[in-house]
C-alpha cells in the first residue's frame, strides 16, 4: 500500500494539469470527471484503514536526491490517516459543487488547476515522512493558495487579501525551514518517522531546542491564523464559497494545527510549550469569537469562527493531556463536517439571492428545502446539540480543559465564553436565513442544483451520524489520530454519547443557555463586537499594513539614493562598499614573519608606477577627451609591463590588445560625443580623490596581507599543473584553465561580451529621424 502515498499526489497534480483542457472538451462535465480522482483517493485512503488501525504506519521510500540525503519518503499513520480522509472526500464534494456554483465561468479550468494543486499539495503535508520534502509541500500549499484567493484577480481586495495570505504564511514558511534544519541537525536525522522514535526529552534538552521550538510555532501559527496573525485568514473569505469551504475544513488553516500535533512528541518536552501555546490558543479563540459578533457578512462569520476553533485546537495541544489531545481531534473531526457544509451553504445562498447579511435573509427554507435541512444540520452541530457529533467534541473539550494541569477553571471558563458566542453564531447562519416569514424579493430564490446542494447535505449528515455512532466514529478515526499524536499504543475508553449527570454536562447546558441568551440579543453582541473590530483595526492587521508600507517606502527610498540613472553614482556605491567590507576584515597592522622583509624594489618597476600613478592623475583633471583618453592609456600599458617585467607574457600581450583596442574605439566614437564639458564640481572631485587613493590602499594592503600572513595552498596549482598535458592535451596551464577547466565560466565571459557588443552596434547604427528628431 505504501506506493499509493506517492501515486496519489502525483494523480492529483496530474489531473489539475489536465484539468484546463478537460474544461475545453466537456464543458460543464469536467468537474463530475475530475472528482472522480479525489473520491479514488478517498477509497484508497479507506483501503489502508485496516493497517493503520492495526497500529502499523504505511510507509514509502524512494532515492530522490541520496548525495543530498533527501528522498521521497512518505509515513501514513493514524493522524494522517484522519486527514487523508478529510481532504480527499471533501475535497470530492468540493469539486462537484464547483461545477454547480462556477458554471459557464471562463476560468473554470485554471480554477481547477489552482484547487488540485492546492489538494496534492495538502496530501503531501500530512504524508510526507522527510522534513525537507514536507517543506517543499508546505510551501506549495501556500503558493497554490494564492492562486485560489486571488481567483477573481480583476478586483484589488482579491489581490491584496491573497497577498496578505501569502506574505504572513511564507514568512512562517521561512521560520518552518529553519527550524527542520535546526531539527535535523541536531536529531541526526530527517525523517519524522525516525524522530518520534527518540527521547524527546534528550532531544530538547539540547542547545537550539529552544530555537527549534520557537520556529516551528512560529510556521504553525502563521498558517492556522493564530493570534497574532488570524486577520489573513478572514480577509481571505473574497475567494469563491468552494475554496473558503476547503481552506477552513481540512486543508489550509489545518496544516499548522497538523504540524503541533505532529510534532507533538518532540516539542512537548520543551519546557516552553505550555508556556506559549495554551495562551496563544485561548488569545486566538477569544479573538475570533469576539470579531465574529460585529460581522454581517454570511462567510465573514464563518472566518471567524474558524479562527476561535483554531485557536480551540491550539489550546487543547497546548494543554497536552490524554483527554486534550483525544478532544483535539474530535474538534478538528467535527469542525471539518459542519463548516465545510456552511461555507457550501453559505455559497449558494449568495448564489441564489446575491446578498450574504443575515440581516437581509429570511424564510428561504420554502425556496431552498435542501440547503436549508444542511444548514439547520451543520448548524446543529456547530452548536453543539446532543445527538451531534458538535455535542461529543464539546463534552471532550470541557473535560479536557477541566482537567489542564494548571488553572484549569480559568481556561473552562474560556472554552465556555467561547462555546457558547459559538452556539448564537450557529443560529445566526444555520437558522436566521431559512426560518422566519419569507421576505419580498426582487427576483425570487431557487434551489440550487444537486451539484451545490448535494455536499452540504451529504456532510452534514456525516456530522449527523457520526454523532449517533461515537464508538464506532471514535475507534474509526479519533482513536488512531490520538493514538499517532500521543506515540501511545493504547488509548482510552471510546467516545460516548451519554455519561451520565456530570460537571461537563452542566457546562453543556448552560453553553446552550448562554447562547440562546446571546442570539436573543445578537444586535447588542452585533455592537459590541463593531466596537472590537475597531480596536482590531489598530491590532495585528493595522501592524502589518504598516509594515508592508514600511518595506515599500524604504524600497523607494533606497531606489531613489541607489538606482538614480547616474553611472557615477553607481560606481561610487560600489567601490564605497566594497572598500569598507574588505577593510572591515582585514587585519591590522600587518606583521611580517620573524626575519622576513620586503624586497628591494626595482628601478624599473618603480619607475612604471610613478608613471602609471602620473596617468591616473592627469586623466582626473585633463580639459579634453582625448588627453585622457592617452592618459588612461599610459596607466594601461604601464599594467602591460608589470605583467611583463614579472614574466607573464600572455598577460602582457592581452593587456596590449585591450589598450590599443580601446584607444581606437574612443578616437573613432570622438566625433559622435557632444563637446566636452566638465560636470563635476570641485568638492565632487576631491571626493572621488580620497575614495579613489583609500580603495587603491586598501587593495595594496589586501596584497600585502596576503603575501605576509597567508600560506597559500599549493595543493590548487599542482593539481593544474600535473593535468594540464595530461587530461587537457595542452601544456600552457593558464590557456588551459580558461578553456578547459574553466571551459563554461569563459563561455559566459565571451557571451556577455558578444551581448554587449550586439548592443553597442546597435545603438551606433541608430539615427535620428525627422520624427523621433528632439525627443527623448
Not at 85 to 108: C, H, M, P, Q, S
Not at 416 to 445: D, N, Q, T
Not at 476 to 492: I, W
Request: proline share 5%.
Amino acid at each position: 500500500m505504501g506506493h499509493w502515498l506517492l501515486i496519489l499526489p502525483a494523480a492529483v497534480f496530474l489531473a489539475g494539469f489536465l484539468a484546463p483542457w478537460l474544461c475545453k472538451r466537456w464543458g460543464r462535465q469536467a468537474g463530475l470527471g475530475l472528482a472522480l480522482i479525489p473520491l479514488i483517493g478517498t477509497g484508497v485512503v479507506a483501503a489502508m484503514g485496516p493497517q493503520i488501525l492495526a497500529g502499523t504506519p504505511v510507509t514509502f521510500q524512494h532515492a530522490w536526491a541520496p548525495s543530498l540525503g533527501i528522498g521521497l519518503d512518505f509515513y501514513a499513520d493514524g493522524l494522517s490517516y484522519l486527514f487523508l480522509l478529510l481532504i480527499t472526500g471533501i475535497g470530492t464534494l468540493v469539486t462537484v459543487y464547483a461545477a454547480g456554483y462556477l458554471e459557464g465561468d471562463r476560468n473554470l479550468g485554471r480554477f481547477y488547476l489552482s484547487l488540485f494543486a492546492f489538494m496534492g499539495s495538502m496530501i503531501g503535508v500530512v504524508s510526507a515522512d522527510h522534513l525537507l520534502l514536507l517543506f517543499v509541500f508546505w510551501e506549495l500549499t501556500s503558493l497554490s493558495s494564492y492562486l485560489l484567493i486571488s481567483y477573481y484577480h480583476e478586483d484589488a481586495k482579491a489581490r491584496a487579501a491573497a497577498l496578505q495570505a501569502l506574505l504572513v504564511t511564507v514568512a512562517g514558511g521561512l521560520c518552518f525551514l529553519a527550524g527542520i534544519i535546526l531539527l535535523g541537525q541536531m536529531a541526526g536525522t530527517y525523517l519524522i518517522s525516525e524522530l518520534l522514535r527518540m527521547d524527546p526529552v534528550r532531544l530538547m534538552a539540547q542547545p537550539g531546542s529552544t530555537a527549534v521550538l520557537i520556529l516551528l510555532l512560529l510556521a504553525a501559527f502563521t498558517k492556522s491564523a493564530q493570534f497574532p496573525f488570524h486577520f489573513w485568514l478572514p480577509n481571505a473569505m473574497v475567494a469563491p464559497a468552494p475554496v473558503s469551504a476547503y481552506l477552513h475544513s481540512a486543508t489550509m488553516v489545518k496544516a499548522g494545527v497538523f504540524l503541533l500535533a505532529r510534532m507533538f512528541p518532540i516539542l512537548s518536552a520543551g519546557s516552553l510549550w505550555f508556556a506559549i501555546v495554551v495562551p496563544v490558543g485561548a488569545a486566538t479563540l477569544l479573538t475570533g469569537v469576539a470579531l465574529a459578533c460585529g460581522q454581517k457578512d454570511l462567510k465573514r462569520i464563518l472566518a471567524y469562527t474558524t479562527v476561535a476553533v483554531l485557536g480551540t485546537l491550539t489550546l487543547l495541544l497546548g494543554v497536552g493531556t490524554e483527554l486534550a489531545v483525544r478532544a483535539a481531534m474530535a474538534v478538528l473531526l467535527a469542525h471539518a463536517l459542519y463548516k465545510a457544509a456552511l461555507f457550501l451553504v453559505a455559497g449558494s445562498v449568495d448564489h441564489a439571492t446575491g446578498i450574504r447579511d443575515p440581516e437581509q435573509l429570511s424564510g428561504l427554507r420554502r425556496s431552498m428545502p435542501w440547503t436549508a435541512a444542511a444548514a439547520l444540520l451543520a448548524g446543529f452541530s456547530m452548536a453543539g446539540i446532543p445527538l451531534w457529533f458538535g455535542f461529543i467534541s464539546k463534552e471532550t473539550l470541557y473535560e479536557a480543559l477541566l482537567g489542564a494541569p494548571g488553572g484549569a477553571w480559568f481556561w473552562g471558563t474560556v472554552g465556555l465564553v467561547g462555546s457558547a458566542i459559538m452556539v448564537a453564531l450557529a443560529a445566526e447562519v444555520g437558522w436566521k436565513p431559512f426560518w422566519g416569514s419569507p421576505r419580498k424579493w426582487v427576483h425570487k430564490p431557487h434551489e440550487t442544483s444537486w451539484r451545490m446542494w448535494l455536499g452540504p447535505v451529504l456532510l452534514s449528515g456525516a456530522g449527523l451520524v457520526a454523532g449517533i455512532f461515537p464508538g464506532a466514529t471514535g475507534a474509526a478515526l479519533v482513536s488512531p489520530a490520538e493514538q499517532a499524536v500521543l506515540q501511545a499504543k493504547e488509548v482510552m475508553a471510546p467516545l460516548k454519547l451519554w455519561h451520565g449527570f456530570t460537571p461537563v454536562l452542566a457546562l453543556s447546558g448552560l453553553t446552550l443557555f448562554l447562547g440562546g441568551v446571546i442570539f436573543r440579543y445578537l444586535l447588542s453582541a452585533r455592537r459590541l463586537g463593531s466596537l472590537f473590530g475597531k480596536l482590531g483595526e489598530w491590532g495585528p492587521e493595522r501592524m502589518y499594513d504598516a509594515l508592508v508600507e514600511g518595506v515599500l517606502a524604504f524600497a523607494r527610498w533606497q531606489t531613489s539614493v541607489l538606482q538614480n540613472g547616474y553611472l557615477r553614482n553607481y560606481l561610487l556605491t560600489c567601490v564605497l562598499f566594497t572598500a569598507a567590507l574588505v577593510g572591515w576584515f582585514l587585519p591590522w597592522p600587518v606583521v611580517f614573519p620573524a626575519g622576513e622583509s620586503l624586497a628591494r624594489p626595482h628601478v624599473l618597476s618603480v619607475t612604471i608606477c610613478l608613471l602609471m600613478m602620473a596617468g591616473a592623475v592627469l586623466a582626473c583633471v585633463a580639459n579634453s577627451r582625448f588627453t585622457a583618453i592617452l592618459c588612461l592609456g599610459v596607466v594601461g600599458m604601464g599594467v602591460a609591463m608589470i605583467f611583463f617585467f614579472f614574466s607573464a607574457p600572455d598577460l602582457a600581450m592581452t593587456q596590449v590588445l585591450v589598450e590599443t583596442l580601446t584607444l581606437v574605439l574612443f578616437v573613432l566614437a570622438f566625433y559622435r560625443l557632444p563637446f566636452f564639458k566638465n560636470y563635476s564640481s570641485r568638492g565632487a572631485k576631491v571626493r572621488d580623490g580620497l575614495l579613489g587613493v583609500v580603495f587603491g590602499t586598501i587593495m595594496a594592503w589586501v596584497v600585502l596581507a596576503e603575501q605576509t600572513s597567508m600560506s597559500p595552498d599549493r595543493a590548487v596549482s599542482q593539481f593544474y599543473g600535473e593535468q594540464s598535458l595530461v587530461a587537457a592535451h595542452g601544456s600552457n596551464v593558464v590557456n588551459v584553465i580558461l578553456v578547459d577547466f574553466r571551459a563554461l565560466d569563459t563561455l559566459g565571459e565571451i557571451t556577455v561580451l558578444a551581448i554587449a557588443a550586439l548592443g553597442v552596434a546597435a545603438m551606433i547604427r541608430l539615427r535620428p529621424t525627422s520624427k523621433n528628431r528632439g525627443k527623448p
